[in-house]
């Protein structure tokens, strides 16, 4: 499993980081992603997009991450999707 991530999984003072909130609800889920940092800013347009911004793009829709792609090619786009999906599916 892929967990594509902006710049990392460090934590935000005061709002927190959706990347962090992301990656901490994997691991502890017992799960052990591969992080891939996608840089850039989802907000810019996609001429000026990152490749891995663009690959986050073609499989969700979006240039906003996280985005987490399952090993079997199903991605989980979001946040509060990806903390549900490790909530439902603790690692073996």
Known sequence: MRLYVCWGTFDVPVKG????????????????????????????????????RKKVRAATGRYWVPALELDDGTWV???KKIVAWAAAHPAA
């Open 77 to 79: 786009g979001g946040t």
């Open 17 to 52: 980081h959706v990347c962090h909130d992301a990656h901490r609800a994997l691991t502890a889920a017992g799960h052990d992603p591969e992080v891939v940092h996608a840089h850039s800013f989802g907000g810019l347009p996609g001429l000026v997009q990152t490749p891995t």
